[in-house]
């Protein structure tokens, strides 16, 4: 049997799209029980219209209960309320302070469960000027600098992929589990807050320490000459990257690859400074070897050199590498869908993703009936507060 190190801790998730949802996955993965609530019929827009169907939604979700729920009515929210004190945390990605205004924040969850693990993730944090401002991935990118580090100077652009969110949701996962383990070790409640704009700083931690060794604001191609890394077309039309770093190994390891140890008594190239303050003119040089010999012949050569090298892979081509397959990091669908497993492994085993995602409110009856008898929750059913599907 799997260990899961998070069997028995229960999570009330209130909120959607990525951020919060991509946390709970991998909280769900490590064996919490997940209940999310959501809005009666159509339930999270990222469902986008396709109730269980749509695969961004599975990404997400899979392996999560469904408790669908009208918080615009009191009743709904007093449904919520009669539950907090059966979970172990409650997260929320609303805007600064809706939650509350519902009844439902931390001093309240506090009060009905006194250690409770509270979680608030935000676009920019409970205050400052931009609080109430509404946030997607897109601009966690253009505020955390990502944009101008990943475009070339002066024109920054759109990146693919949505890593303001990923990072978001991995971030809060991490801060819930610091939480469970302060209330583990203090029995006291616990309230985690995080935004896009926090998190994104993880991935900057690079960029500002250039910023600051450069004295200005690096781009795209700003760390290459000191990364010493490359990314080549070879004779066959596939490409690889090379990183080097400074290591001076590596570097003769690459010239033996090439069959251009020449290059290692040129002085522009001799060191790694010189090379650094170079590195323009030593591009155009790899590329031209690379250029002359097919991808298999590259891959034996730098293998065999102990070169730190990859091919440049497509999505579909990451599924596919053996590598991959070897981690166990998918879990397939029925249908071909590549739901991710979470990048830890317990005892050298990484925690499945079972189950499915559930459809709109397929758990809000058999949730609802931990608080409330049958009589009421067919009239909350009734009176269209509490969505069941079937």
């Not at 676009?123 to 400052?128: E, L, R, V």
């Not at 490359?230 to 090379?242: K, M, Q, R």
């Not at 053996?322 to 166990?328: K, T």
């Amino acid at each position: 049997m799997q260990h899961k190190p998070l069997d028995g801790i229960r999570i009330l998730e209130i909120g959607g799209y990525i951020s919060l949802p991509f946390a709970t996955s991998l909280l769900c993965a490590l064996g919490a029980e997940v209940v999310k609530v959501e809005k009666p019929v159509d339930g999270e827009d990222f469902r986008r219209h396709q109730n269980n169907g749509s695969p961004y939604f599975r990404q997400y979700n899979t392996g999560k209960r469904s408790l669908s729920v009208d918080l615009k009515r009191p009743e709904g929210v007093a449904l919520v309320k009669a539950l907090v004190p059966r979970f172990d945390v409650v997260l929320e990605n609303l805007r600064p302070g809706k939650l509350a205004a519902m009844g439902l924040g931390p001093d309240e969850c506090r009060a009905l469960r006194p250690d409770i693990v509270y979680g608030s993730v935000t676009g920019f944090g409970p205050g400052g000027p931009l609080a109430d401002r509404p946030a997607y991935d897109t601009i966690g990118h253009a505020f955390g600098g990502l944009y101008s580090l990943f475009g070339d100077e002066g024109r920054p652009q759109l990146a693919g992929g949505l890593s303001a969110d990923l990072v978001t949701g991995l971030s809060t996962a991490t801060g819930v589990l610091a939480a469970l383990v302060g209330r583990l070790r203090t029995g006291s409640p616990q309230h985690v807050q995080t935004s896009i704009m926090e998190a994104v700083s993880t991935l900057t931690a690079d960029g500002v320490t250039q910023s600051f060794e450069l004295g200005a604001d690096p781009s795209r191609q700003s760390r290459h000459p000191q990364a010493q890394n490359f990314c080549v077309e070879t004779a066959s039309g596939e490409y690889l990257a090379v990183h080097l770093s400074s290591s001076q190994k590596f570097w003769r390891a690459l010239c033996s690859a090439m069959d251009r140890l020449d290059l290692t008594e040129d002085p522009r190239f001799a060191e790694y400074r010189p090379r650094e303050a170079n590195y323009f003119d030593l591009v155009k040089i790899v590329e031209a070897e690379f250029a002359k010999k097919p991808v298999r012949h590259w891959e034996e050569v730098l293998t065999a050199a102990d070169v730190p090298f990859a091919p440049v892979l497509s999505m579909t081509g990451y599924l596919k590498h053996e590598q991959v397959r070897w981690l166990g990091l998918v879990e397939p669908q029925s249908d071909g869908l590549a739901v991710l497993r979470p990048p830890w492994t317990f005892d050298g085993e990484r925690p499945d993703r079972p189950g499915s995602a559930p459809r709109v409110g397929v758990d809000s009856r058999a949730v609802a009936a931990e608080v409330y008898s049958a009589e009421q929750i067919d009239a909350l059913v009734e009176a269209d507060v509490l969505f069941a599907d079937g």
